[in-house]
């Protein structure tokens, strides 16, 4: 499967933004998805995960409660719902996919995306 993020920007902190990650292929309902980011200087961090059975998801702790990922199967795409984001949250977000659950780890997602650049300012 391909991915292609797009939706990134430039926002204020305190407002929102939502990601969108398409995919390619007829078995998108197959593949769990998921986002990790990547701030200059640090290194790649889970954001959130979605499961293909249920839609079952599970985020990181720091952004629970402000961010929801959701899926669309018939539309082939991935969403990511950024709400009261944080200067801290500025990063380049990939989505990620994989047939077998991965939870947060970026290593055993064989399927990634180019990256959707996203800068909160204070």
């Known amino acids: 499967v391909q991915l292609q993020a797009s939706g990134g920007g430039l926002v204020q902190a305190g407002g929102s933004l939502r990601l969108s990650c398409a995919a390619s292929g007829r078995t998108f309902s197959a593949y769990h998805m998921g986002w990790f980011r990547q701030a200059p200087g640090k290194e790649r961090e889970f954001v959130a995960v979605i499961s293909s059975r249920d839609s079952s998801t599970y985020y990181a702790d720091s952004v629970k409660g402000r961010f929801t990922i959701s899926r669309d199967n018939a539309g082939n795409t991935v969403y990511l719902q950024m709400n009261s984001p944080k200067p801290e949250d500025t990063a380049l977000y990939f989505c990620?996919?994989?047939?077998?659950?991965?939870?947060?780890?970026?290593?055993?997602?064989?399927?990634w995306g180019q990256g959707t650049l996203v800068t909160v300012s204070s």
């Open positions: 990620v996919g994989d047939r077998v659950y991965s939870g947060n780890l970026p290593r055993l997602y064989d399927y």
